[in-house]
């Protein structure tokens, strides 16, 4: 089991960064695929990136080239660099988990995540 923890969310102005982070109290993490996923006010869950043991990474067509996924193993620790940032990036940022139980089915899946944060808030002002 695990238990994920979101920090580094804020308010910033349009064109600024953040640095989101995510800490898995789990075991393994170093087995785990890593995502982040985002759900802005009436809009449905959405993917944002997502990081594999193996560290290949897999970004949402809306984000490519403005946001980076990193991990740090020993700090059991997944990040997401927001750079350039948006209005329409507003919205509460979720990590999650995947401890690897089963064959995978799709890395930007929901379902592909046993785990998941509570959510950490990031508002970009205009």
């Known amino acids: 089991q695990a238990q994920l923890v979101e920090s580094g969310g804020g308010l910033v102005q349009a064109g600024g960064s953040l640095r989101l982070s995510c800490t898995a109290s789990?075991?393994?993490?170093?087995?785990?695929?890593m995502g982040w996923f985002r759900q802005a006010p009436g809009k449905e869950r959405e993917f944002v990136a997502a990081?594999?043991?193996?560290?290949?990474?897999y970004y949402a067509d809306s984000v490519k080239g403005r946001f980076t996924i990193s991990r740090d193993n020993a700090k059991n620790t997944v990040y997401l660099q927001m750079n350039t940032l948006k209005p329409v990036d507003t919205a509460v940022y979720y990590c999650?988990?995947?401890?690897?139980?089963?064959?995978?089915?799709?890395?930007?899946?929901?379902?592909?995540?046993?785990?998941w944060g509570q959510g950490t808030q990031v508002t970009v002002s205009s």
């Open positions: 789990g075991r393994s993490f170093s087995r785990y695929n």
């Open positions: 990081i594999r043991s193996v560290s290949s990474t």
């Open positions: 999650a988990a995947d401890q690897r139980r089963y064959y995978d089915t799709s890395i930007y899946s929901q379902t592909q995540y046993d785990y």
